[in-house]
């Protein structure tokens, strides 16, 4: 079966743009995460989707951030008015539920100029 | 706050012997716990995961957690200069995963 896709797979944008990245999870997997890795850092967890449940957005760094997910199906991750240090990769991850493994996408490059 | 501490490395070891990476967490009630291997320029992907006390074997993969001491580690015998890579140790409690920033090692032939 397919794993996680992203898409784009890379996106260059200019400072002050709104960005949109997507994920499509594994088929079935009612848990969706989303994190940021920025160059030679760890995963920064934004956040959490579980089945119809209220998303978990402790981790979304300011309100320029936000995620939508329709049941179990895609979800995208907007930034908006982009800023330099929002560069970098944004990895989506999805599992059968929650503390089940995660399975990771191929992740979005995001640069912002 | 959930913490998730590995020691940043470099880890150079030589090629056939063994690598050992290790991995302490903050958070009590943790009740999984994940090695994800990640090669440059790509994303995560599971190595081991475990879930009691002791060891866990996996070819030459074994994943130790002493929940006691809230430590875990992972031993790779017979390095390869393919294991090459960042090792994020990740924990689940009653919150999302936290990851760790990881161990990057590096197996010389």
């Known amino acids: 079966g397919a794993g996680v896709s992203q898409s784009p797979s890379n996106k260059v944008t200019e400072k002050g743009k709104d960005v949109e990245l997507r994920c499509d999870p594994i088929?079935?997997?009612?848990?969706l995460y989303w994190y940021r890795q920025r160059l030679g850092q760890g995963l920064e967890f934004l956040i959490y989707?579980?089945?119809?449940?209220?998303?978990?957005k402790s981790g979304l760094p300011s309100d320029r951030f936000s995620a939508e997910r329709t049941g179990e199906s895609v979800s995208t991750l907007t930034i908006q008015r982009t800023q330099q240090e929002d560069s970098a990769v944004y990895l989506c991850?999805?599992?059968?539920?929650?503390?089940?493994?995660?399975?990771f996408g191929p992740g979005t490059r995001l640069t912002v100029l | 706050q959930k913490e998730v501490e590995q020691n940043s490395g470099p880890l150079s070891v030589p090629e056939g012997a063994i690598a050992s990476l290790n991995c302490t967490y903050s958070?009590?009630?943790?009740?999984?716990f994940f090695w994800y291997r990640q090669y440059s320029g790509k994303s995560p992907e599971l190595i081991m995961s475990?879930?009691?006390?002791g060891d866990k074997e996996d070819g030459r993969f074994t994943a130790q957690l002493n929940k006691a001491s809230q430590y875990v580690s992972l031993l790779i015998r017979d390095s390869q200069p393919s294991d090459s890579a960042t090792y994020l140790c990740?924990?689940?409690?009653?919150?999302?995963?936290?990851f760790g920033k990881g161990t990057r090692l590096s197996v010389i032939a």
């Open positions: 088929s079935g997997h009612t848990a």
């Open positions: 475990i879930y009691s006390n």
């Open positions: 989707f579980q089945g119809n449940s209220a998303p978990d």
């Open positions: 991850a999805s599992s059968p539920g929650q503390g089940n493994t995660q399975y």
């Open positions: 958070d009590r009630v943790s009740q999984s």
């Open positions: 990740a924990v689940k409690g009653n919150t999302p995963l936290v």
